[in-house]
């Protein structure tokens, strides 16, 4: 049996409520289901150090330090407006 602890609170119907970094201990078939969906990380104790293996950040949080892009391109063409077009001026001939 490998140690796991919930990425965040979820409800579930084996494993009933759990709440965030709570420890887990489950096989890894029982496990491979949470961890495929991120609910779950791997913890390994060695020598009384905790080492999370696969680290998911918190739903909500920010993954990227780059600004968000821009959705869509601005519009460059104007809409037309009413009414007949006006007629090309002539030169007078006075």
């Known amino acids: ?6 990425n965040h609170g979820f409800d579930d119907d084996r494993l009933g409520r759990v709440k965030r970094d709570q420890p887990l201990d489950l096989t890894e078939q029982q496990a491979k289901p949470y961890e495929r969906a991120g609910l779950i990380r791997q ?26 892009a821009q959705a ?3 519009t460059t063409a104007t809409k037309p407006k009413r009414g ?4 090309a001026a002539e030169p007078s001939s006075s």
């Open 84 to 87: 007949r077009k006006p007629k």
């Open 72 to 74: 869509s391109q601005p």
């Open 43 to 68: 913890v390994v104790f060695s020598g009384g150090i905790v080492n999370e293996q696969n680290p998911i950040p918190a739903a909500g949080t920010v993954q990227s330090a780059l600004p968000a």
């Open 1 to 6: 049996m490998s140690n796991y602890k919930a």
